[in-house]
């Protein structure tokens, strides 16, 4: 059962401007979504979270927003650099935090 | 401590062979995380431990799959008779247990069963 989806493969954006990642949930009873960074040959990277009860948390070039009714989150990237570039998992756990879901992720290639 | 920390990063076998991985986590985190990861895929959840008990396990963990954690240290996770399906990524990640910090995952180890 697939409860995180994150339905773009890829995105590519030009250096500078706002990278957009999207990602869908199913289950309501999640209560932390959460972005990871992965570089290859390393295991993912905790990037930044929300809970359930927020709608935005900004860290630096870093934006998640929530939108409970449309189960739908998004990150936001603002100014893009090259260094961004990497997958990024959306992912999502319940209060006991034991069983994080992840989505398939999304490769950013952000162009010089 | 430098993060979680996963050995071997390969490990090439033939298929119905026995192989064992380990995961020392950071040192502070009681909760313990195994993921298989395959390729085009997210992490998906094997098992969880909390200190040395192992509370959770999910179907994906079939019965040739086992994992410990001993005085809830370091875990390992054994796959026995292996088949070339089980080749994947296997993530070991550690955490607090609190929310909104996320896990922390280590660098894995790459699995081919030939």
């Known amino acids: 059962d697939q409860q995180v989806k994150q339905n773009s493969p890829s995105l590519s954006v030009q250096e500078g401007r706002i990278s957009i990642l999207n990602c869908d949930y199913t289950n309501s009873m999640f209560d932390y979504f959460l972005w990871y960074k992965k570089y290859p040959a390393e295991g993912p990277t905790f990037l930044i979270s929300i809970s359930s009860i927020k709608d935005k948390n900004e860290d630096g070039r870093f934006t998640v927003f929530l939108n409970k009714s449309a189960k739908h989150l998004s990150l936001h990237i603002v100014p893009s650099q090259p260094g961004d570039s990497a997958v990024y998992f959306c992912a999502a756990s319940g209060i006991n935090n034991n069983d994080m879901r992840f989505g398939a992720g999304t490769r950013l290639t952000v162009k010089p | 401590d430098t993060g979680v920390s996963q050995n071997p990063r390969h490990k090439i076998t033939k298929r119905g062979q026995n192989v064992t991985f380990r995961c020392d986590p950071i040192?502070?985190?009681?909760?313990l995380y195994w993921y298989r990861q395959t390729l085009g895929q997210g992490p998906e959840f094997l098992t969880y431990f909390q200190n040395e008990a192992q509370l959770e396990k999910s179907r994906l963990l079939s019965d040739r799959f086992s994992a410990e954690r001993p005085k809830g240290s370091f875990s390992t996770l054994e796959i026995q008779r292996t088949e070339q399906g089980d080749s994947a990524m296997y993530l070991c990640?550690?955490?607090?247990?609190?929310?909104?910090?996320?896990?922390?995952f280590g660098s894995g180890t790459r699995l081919t069963v030939v």
């Open positions: 040192s502070e985190h009681n909760r």
């Open positions: 990640a550690s955490s607090t247990g609190t929310g909104a910090l996320g896990y922390t």
